[in-house]
C-alpha cells in the first residue's frame, strides 16, 4: 500500500499545470482580474458552470472589466441552464429590476456566450449499443504480474477494441488504467487471445479488467489515501487533478462492490465522503422460493420486508408481493436488492445485496467530468470513451485518438466517406492505431 501512496503522490505532481480552474481561482483570489477572466474564458467551451458564473460575478460586480448586468445576468444564466444549483433565485431576482428591452439585450447576450459552449450538459446517461452484437466464446484470464503482486498492488484496465468478422480480436485500446501501466500489458494479452462468434462483419467492443488479491480492494486503505492527500477536498475546490484521481480511487473500490449502488442526480454533494457504502454487508438469503424478478425492499431489524421500494416482478413469478416476508441471516443494512432473472435455475435462490442511493459524487464518471471542464486533457480523453459530449469535442479539437475511433464506428455504420477521412486524418498525425484500424475494415 505504501507503493501505492507513493505511484499517487508522482501522480498528482506530474501532471501538467495547464490553464484550468486553479490557475483561474488563484489569480481571481490575488484580483489579477484580467488573467483571471482569460482563463475562466478558456474553460467556457467545456461548458464549465462555475467559471461561467464568475465571469457573471466579474461583468456584475465590474470586477476587472467595465461594470455590465446585462452580461453578467447572461452569464449567470447559462451557469443556471448548465446545472449550477442555488442561483435560480439570483436569476430571478435580477430579471425584475430589467425592462423588456434590457431582457431582450440579455437574451442576446445568452445566445452569443451559449455557442461558445461545446460539451453541453449532460441530460442523460445511455452506455447501451442497440445494435445486435457476436458473443464470447472464449476469455482468457489475465495473468497477475508478478512485480505487482509482491508490493500488494490492485487496480483495473479499461479497454476498447476492434473484432473482426471471424471473431478475432484485433486492435486494442486502452482507454484507462490504474496504476498507470502495472497491468496494461498482461490485459492486452489477454483480451488479444479472446474469441467472439464470427458474424462477418467487424464490431467494436469494450471490456475492463479487474485486478486484485486475495482480500480484494481494501477500501479502508483506499479511504486512507484519499485522507491523506485531501483527494476530496482538492475536488471540492476544483482541483482538475485532485478530481483526476478521485475518480481512479472511485473506480477502484467499485471493483469488487458487492453492494448496489443507485446514483441519484438530485441528491447534493456531501461535505464528507462515507466510503463504507463499498464495504462488504453481510450476506442476507431469502426464506421465500418461487420469486423472479427485481425489487428493492425496506426490511426491520428482524429482517421482515416491510416496504416495497421498488418492484419489476416477473409474471412467472410464484411470489407477487413480498410484503411480511423476510431475509435470513445479520442485519446491518436497511434497504436491499433482491433479483432472479427468468432464465436462472428454479433452484437458484434469488441474489440479495445491500443497496444503497448515494449522490453523483460517488461516481468515477462524475469527478472525471469535472476534471474534463476544469482542463484536464487526460479526463477529457477518458470521459470521450464513454459520452458523446466530450467525443465530439475532441474530434472538433482534431484529436487523433478521438478521430481514429470513431472514424472506424462510422465506417461500420456505413458512412465510408466521413469514416475514412477521420482515420486519414488519424494517420497524419501519427497516431499508429489509426493505420492497423484502417487495414483491418477495409
Not at 109 to 117: E, F
Not at 287 to 300: L, P, T
Not at 313 to 326: A, C, E, T, W
Not at 395 to 400: K, N, R, S
Request: proline share 3%; hydrophobic share 45%; glycine share 6%.
Amino acid at each position: 500500500m505504501k507503493r501505492l501512496w507513493i505511484l499517487l503522490l508522482t501522480w498528482l505532481c506530474s501532471m501538467p499545470l495547464s490553464a484550468d480552474w486553479n490557475t483561474a481561482m488563484t489569480a481571481y483570489d490575488k484580483q489579477d482580474y484580467a488573467v483571471a477572466k482569460t482563463e475562466f474564458e478558456r474553460l467556457v467551451p467545456f461548458g464549465n458552470e462555475e467559471a461561467i458564473f464568475n465571469l457573471g460575478a466579474m461583468y456584475h460586480l465590474g470586477e476587472g472589466v467595465p461594470q455590465d448586468s446585462i452580461l453578467g445576468l447572461a452569464h449567470f444564466m447559462l451557469a443556471a441552464e448548465l446545472g449550477k444549483p442555488n442561483i435560480s433565485h439570483v436569476v430571478t431576482g435580477l430579471q425584475q429590476n430589467l425592462t423588456a428591452s434590457q431582457l431582450a439585450l440579455v437574451d442576446t447576450q445568452l445566445q452569443r456566450i451559449r455557442q461558445q459552449v461545446k460539451v453541453p450538459m449532460l441530460t442523460s446517461i445511455d452506455d447501451n449499443d442497440k445494435t445486435k452484437a457476436p458473443q464470447a466464446v472464449k476469455r482468457v484470464q489475465a495473468k497477475y504480474p508478478a512485480a505487482a503482486a509482491a508490493k500488494g498492488q490492485f487496480g483495473y484496465v479499461a479497454m476498447r477494441f476492434l473484432v473482426d468478422g471471424k471473431g478475432n480480436v484485433q486492435t486494442i485500446n486502452v482507454v484507462d488504467s490504474f496504476p498507470n501501466n502495472v497491468f496494461d500489458r498482461e490485459a492486452i494479452r489477454a483480451v488479444s487471445r479472446w474469441k467472439y462468434e464470427a458474424s462477418g462483419k467487424s464490431h467494436i467492443f469494450s471490456a475492463e479488467l479487474n485486478f486484485f488479491l486475495e482480500g480484494g480492494v481494501n477500501v479502508a486503505k483506499v479511504d486512507d489515501l484519499i485522507q491523506q492527500h485531501q483527494l476530496w477536498q482538492g475536488a471540492l475546490i476544483g482541483s482538475p487533478q485532485h478530481q483526476f484521481m478521485l475518480g481512479h480511487l472511485l473506480r477502484l473500490v467499485n471493483i469488487q462492490n458487492s453492494n448496489y449502488i443507485s446514483i441519484d442526480r438530485d441528491m447534493p454533494i456531501t461535505a464528507e465522503l462515507d466510503l463504507s457504502v463499498f464495504k462488504p454487508m453481510n450476506k442476507l438469503e431469502v426464506d421465500f422460493s418461487g420469486f423472479v424478478g427485481y425489487a428493492v425492499v425496506r426490511i426491520a431489524d428482524d429482517g421482515t420486508i416491510v416496504e416495497q421500494i421498488y418492484a419489476d416482478i416477473d409474471p412467472s413469478s410464484h411470489v407477487q408481493n413480498l410484503l411480511g416476508l423476510k431475509l435470513k441471516g445479520k442485519i446491518d443494512h436497511d434497504v436491499y436488492q433482491i433479483m432472479k432473472y427468468s432464465h436462472v435455475s428454479a433452484h437458484r435462490a434469488p441474489w440479495v445485496s445491500a443497496s444503497f442511493k448515494m449522490p453523483q459524487s460517488y461516481s468515477a464518471r462524475f469527478w472525471w467530468d469535472k476534471a474534463a471542464k476544469n482542463g484536464s486533457k487526460e479526463a477529457q480523453r477518458i470521459m470521450a470513451a464513454y459520452d458523446k459530449r466530450w467525443e465530439q469535442y475532441l474530434l472538433e479539437q482534431e484529436d487523433a485518438e478521438a478521430m481514429a475511433w470513431v472514424g472506424s464506428r462510422l465506417l461500420l455504420e456505413g458512412q465510408r466517406a466521413k469514416g475514412l477521412a477521420l482515420l486519414d486524418a488519424a494517420i497524419a498525425k501519427q497516431y499508429q492505431p489509426a493505420k492497423e484500424l484502417k487495414k483491418q475494415l477495409l
